[in-house]
């Protein structure tokens, strides 16, 4: 027979469910209560007096070049605003009422105020392309001798002389009106290089000349407002990095 051999299960065939000593899945693993999820409380701390919002104002007179200085504080200073302000030669003292600190053209004598000397601007003579000035490469005072100079309202090179050369018959100009009447082969003007380059025209060139008065570039503030954003100012522009020491 099929089943000789085997021993049916004890209580098997007489209707009564075999009892097994086991826990159900439920017993051996009590069901876990849902964790509480705590919000997060976030305090706003008020920002440091260093920290509070305000702008650096540079001032800057024409042909002054900061572009290096403005990147650096940008990188060294993000949560401070650069606001660079164009100030005039001829009104640069009144003007630092108005700045944080400025870049102006000495000299400007005034015992109040914090003078940095930055660097020094050779003159350049501007004149017509077609000139026969601009065959040279440099030139000198001799070589303008016989040339009408036109004279300047904004001039920052002051008075110095130039043996043989004639002064323009009409008044002066703003140095970008006489820039362009230098272009038209009515004269020459001196500036320091940047403003040449500043108000450059395709129908104008310029040559350095060679002993001519030079114009100094030179960061001042007034010295009763040397804030540290002043100072950090300072330490850019005399190459000074963020770990140096004052």
């Known amino acids: 027979m099929a089943n000789q051999g085997r021993r049916p ?6 209707g009564t469910p075999v009892r097994r000593n086991k826990a159900a899945p439920a017993e051996r693993f009590p069901p876990q209560k849902p964790k509480k999820k705590t919000a997060k409380v976030v305090f706003d701390a008020p920002a440091p007096e260093s920290e509070e919002p305000r702008t650096f104002r540079l001032g800057a007179v024409p042909g002054a070049t900061p572009g290096k200085w403005i990147s650096a504080w940008k990188q060294r200073m993000p949560r401070v605003p650069l606001e660079l302000v164009p100030i005039e030669a001829a009104t640069q003292r009144a003007a630092l009422d108005e700045v ?9 004598a005034d015992d109040s105020l914090h003078i940095i000397a930055l660097y020094d601007e050779v003159p350049v003579v501007v004149a017509a392309v077609d000139s026969h000035l601009m065959a040279a490469e440099n030139l000198t005072a001799a070589d303008l001798e016989g040339e009408v100079v036109i004279g300047l309202t904004d001039d920052v090179l002051g008075t110095f002389d130039l043996p043989g050369t004639v002064p323009a018959a009409f008044a002066a100009l703003p140095t970008e009106e006489a820039i362009a009447t230098a272009a038209s082969g009515v004269g020459i003007v001196i500036v320091p290089m940047s403003l040449a380059r500043l108000h450059h025209r395709k129908d104008a060139d310029h040559r350095v000349l060679d002993g001519g008065p030079e114009s100094t570039v030179a960061l001042v503030w007034p010295r009763d407002r040397t804030t540290p954003d002043v100072e950090t100012f300072v330490g850019i522009v005399r190459g000074r990095t963020a770990n140096s020491s004052r």
């Not at 944080?100 to 400007?108: C, F, G, K, M």
């Open 100 to 108: 944080d600190a400025a870049l102006v053209r000495l000299p400007l």
């Open 9 to 14: 299960a004890k209580g098997a065939g007489r």
